[in-house]
Structures are given as structure tokens and as C-alpha cells.
């Protein structure tokens, strides 16, 4: 499974753990249905949801006129998993964690969802270089 679809499978996961409030396993299991699950994926999954605290704080600074929790649910999963990546999956350069945002945004979104995720993880990038 390449990273992309990988990122897509993490997404549904994180959505499902955030409005059903289902383990982290079972969101994995449900995203990857009858296939087995991707490393990659569930990495960035248990990373998100072991440092949604410290994210969730990185990502309110940038929510102008916003609550982190009146948000769209999947704009706010994209923001977290796109957040987790870029402060820290060092190997992957925060310009493709943003990318890749993007284009979940794109897929997954609304309308406004692709700009409003490259404003927001546009911001977290300057705070991170500055860390």
C-alpha cells in the first residue's frame, strides 16, 4: 500500500475514533476491512491519538474565528494527522505532510476544506521551524 492510501485508510480511522469514540484497533480494523493493516497507517494513527493533547494545543492558535471542536469532524482530522506527521515523522518533509493534507481535503472535504487546511498547517509549519 503506498503512502497515500495509507494516509486515507488513518484518516477513516481517526474519523470513526472521534465520533464513535471506538479503540484505536477497531478503528483500524474497520478502516482496513478485510485487509491486513497498513504499518505506516497504524503509526500514524496511535501517534495522533498519544499526542492529541499536545496537537489538538498546536492546532487552536491557528483556528481564527474557529473552535477546534465546532470544526468540520474530518477537517479536524486532517489537521491532527497532518499535525502529528510534521512535528513528528522527522523523515518526511513537512512540505509533503501539507501535500498530503491538501489533497485528503480535496478528497474528503468540503469545497473550502483544501484552503482552509493549507492556512492552517501553513501556520503549524512556522511554529514548528521556530521549536
Known amino acids: 500500500m503506498n503512502r497515500r492510501a495509507a494516509r486515507e485508510k488513518a484518516l477513516q480511522a481517526l474519523f470513526q475514533i472521534d465520533v464513535s469514540q471506538i479503540e484505536t484497533e477497531d478503528a483500524l480494523q474497520h ?21 492529541l493533547e499536545e496537537i489538538d494545543e498546536l492546532i487552536k492558535p491557528h483556528l481564527v474565528k474557529w473552535k477546534l471542536e465546532r470544526l468540520a469532524n474530518v477537517d479536524r482530522g486532517i ?14 518533509p513537512v512540505s509533503v505532510s501539507i501535500d498530503e493534507a491538501i489533497e485528503l481535503a ?9 484552503r482552509f487546511v493549507n492556512g492552517v498547517l501553513s501556520n503549524i509549519k512556522k511554529d514548528i521551524e521556530t521549536i
Do not use: C, P, Q, W
Not at 31 to 49: C, Q
Open 79 to 92: 489537521l491532527r494527522l497532518a499535525s502529528y506527521e510534521m512535528k513528528y515523522e522527522k523523515e518526511i
Open 106 to 114: 480535496k478528497a474528503f472535504g468540503d469545497d473550502h476544506s483544501s
Open 31 to 51: 478502516a482496513f476491512d478485510e485487509e491486513e493493516v497498513d504499518s505506516f497507517a497504524r503509526g500514524l494513527v496511535t501517534g495522533t491519538i498519544n499526542h
